[in-house]
C-alpha cells in the first residue's frame, strides 16, 4: 500500500507526517511519501527538520509536486478540506480523504505553521500524531 500525505507547498505539515508515520509504521507494508500541490524549490522548513531530528524521525522525501501517476496509485492523505476538493479537481479519480477522516471519521483541518513560530509548529505535529497514531493497516 502507498499512502501520500499532501498539503500546499509540501514544507511543513506533509513532511511531518511522512516522517512520523515511517517511524511509527515500519514494517515494509505501507510506504508513506508526501507531496505538494503548490511546490516551489527548495527544501523542507528548518523549523520541520529540528522537529524531525529532535524526535529521532526517519527524514521526510524532498519536496516534489503531486503527479497524476501519485493520485493514480495511493491513498492521498490531505491536511484540510480545501486540499481534498483542489486534488479532487485535478484528479477526479484519486482516493483522496483528510487525515482526520481517515483516522477519526470526521473532517477536521490541519493548523498550517507556514511562517509561524516553534509552537506554531509544535502544535501541527501534537495534531498530526494524534491523528497517525489511530492509523489502522
Not at 22 to 32: A, I, L, R, S, Y
Not at 46 to 68: F, G, H, K, Y
Amino acid at each position: 500500500m502507498r499512502v501520500i500525505f499532501v498539503c500546499t507547498g509540501n514544507t511543513c505539515r506533509s513532511p511531518l507526517a511522512e516522517s512520523y508515520a515511517k517511524t511509527q509504521f515500519n514494517t515494509g507494508d505501507v510506504v508513506f511519501e508526501s507531496r505538494g500541490l503548490m511546490v516551489q524549490p527548495g527544501e523542507v522548513s528548518s523549523i520541520s527538520q529540528a522537529i524531525v531530528a529532535r524526535e529521532n524521525l526517519v527524514m521526510p522525501s524532498t519536496p516534489a509536486p503531486l503527479t497524476e501517476e501519485d493520485a493514480g496509485g495511493a491513498l492521498l492523505l490531505v491536511m484540510t478540506d480545501a486540499h481534498r476538493r483542489a486534488v479532487m479537481g485535478e484528479f477526479p479519480s484519486a482516493d483522496v480523504r483528510m487525515i482526520s477522516e481517515f483516522a477519526e471519521g470526521y473532517q477536521e483541518d490541519v493548523l498550517d505553521p507556514y511562517g509561524g513560530s516553534m509552537e506554531d509548529y509544535e502544535r501541527t505535529f501534537k495534531q498530526l500524531k494524534s491523528f497517525i497514531d489511530k492509523f489502522k493497516f
